[in-house]
């Protein structure tokens, strides 16, 4: 179901929706073990968002980045996070998009 409002999002070019949706597709990600993807696209998610002046994050998508971010540490050594956190800030949208629709398991 994310694939497919990833999509339909991107379609329509609401950048800031697929901001959220690349923010639950890291949660996501982070959570079935795929720290360093889910760490390039919240990273991105978040350069999104300051690249469209979304200000600072609602309290729902706060508690989603914590999520996140804590299950990425928990799979990732310091210098492999930074790394792919950089990564992720240089990814367009569509970059970014491609990257999350390409990490996901079919189901």
Same mark, same amino acid.
């Given at each position: 179901?994310?694939?497919?409002?990833? #999509?339909?999002?991107?379609? =329509?070019?609401? @950048? @800031?929706?697929?901001?959220?949706?690349?923010? #639950?597709?890291?949660? %996501?990600?982070? #959570?079935?073990?795929?720290?360093?993807? %889910?760490? #390039?696209?919240?990273?991105?998610?978040? %350069?999104? =968002?300051?690249?469209?002046?979304?200000?600072?994050? /609602?309290?729902?998508?706060?508690?989603?980045?914590?999520?996140?971010?804590?299950?990425?540490?928990? &799979? /990732?050594?310091d210098a492999t996070f930074t790394e792919a956190w950089? &990564?992720?800030?240089? @990814?367009? %949208?569509?970059?970014?998009?491609? @990257?999350?629709l390409a990490s996901a398991p079919d189901t």
């Open positions: 179901m994310y694939k497919d409002v990833l #999509r339909i999002d991107r379609d =329509r070019g609401v @950048l @800031l929706q697929v901001a959220f949706d690349l923010t #639950r597709f890291a949660r %996501a990600l982070a #959570r079935t073990g795929k720290g360093a993807d %889910a760490a #390039r696209i919240l990273s991105s998610a978040e %350069a999104l =968002r300051d690249e469209i002046g979304a200000g600072t994050p /609602l309290p729902w998508l706060t508690t989603l980045i914590e999520d996140a971010l804590a299950a990425i540490h928990a &799979q /990732l050594d950089e &990564q992720g800030h240089t @990814l367009s %949208a569509d970059e970014a998009v491609t @990257l999350a």
